[in-house]
């Protein structure tokens, strides 16, 4: 079945450092790709997506490319800010195999923590 | 985005006993709900799709007598986890969609159940 592989964490980082989270993913067919974070005590949020290879999805300065040569969507960052702190969920969407309601399924990842200090 | 709540955020009960979560969408309805589960350090795992007005569907390998769900209206979709043991003790989370908005699901804020 699909899933999604990534870098285990905690990645500790200082303020203004460079960010890569690693994710690979295992799908049939030809899934959109997204990073969801998590703040501390919030529900997880979409930091940004890609629905086809090559596209660049990019938000809040974090980028990820859809590579289908690599199954790869690792997110980046130039300079991390302390307020990046946070758990960071890459996953896939799935089509449902019986119902059509408008939304996929998502596979998720294990997430990542980052913790950026001063 | 569209918000969405979860009550409560933390419970404790004993085995044997039942739980019920409460998912609302505060400023939108919602159709289809999502209901995961998230073991320590694991990925969230997809227990049940939630349609309102119908049955609930289970992903495989998931009891539907256990994890009740009831999605009686647009905004309010219940987890009731039934005769509860210690290994439910996870930590439970919804999400729902908006139509247009390309599959972007938003999430809960989770609730951790701890039976004893």
Known sequence: ?118 | GAVVSQHPSRVICKSGTSVKIECRSLDFQATTMFWYRQFPKQSLMLMATSNEGSKATYEQGVEKDKFLINHASLTLSTLTVTSAHPEDSSFYICSTGLAGRDNEQFFGPGTRLTVL
């Open chain 1, 1 to 118: 079945g699909n899933s999604v592989t990534q870098m285990e964490g905690p990645v500790t980082l200082s303020e203004e450092a460079f960010l890569t989270i690693n994710c690979t993913y295992t799908a049939t067919g030809y899934p959109s790709l997204f990073w969801y974070v998590q703040y501390p005590g919030e529900g997880l949020q979409l930091l940004l997506k890609a629905t086809k290879a090559d596209d660049k999805g990019s938000n809040k300065g974090f980028e990820a490319t859809y590579r289908k040569e690599t199954t790869s969507f690792h997110l980046e960052k130039g300079s991390v800010q302390v307020s990046d702190s946070a758990v960071y969920f890459c996953a896939l969407s799935e089509t449902f195999g019986r119902m059509n309601t408008g939304f996929q399924k998502l596979v998720f990842g294990t997430g990542t923590r980052l913790l950026v200090s001063p």
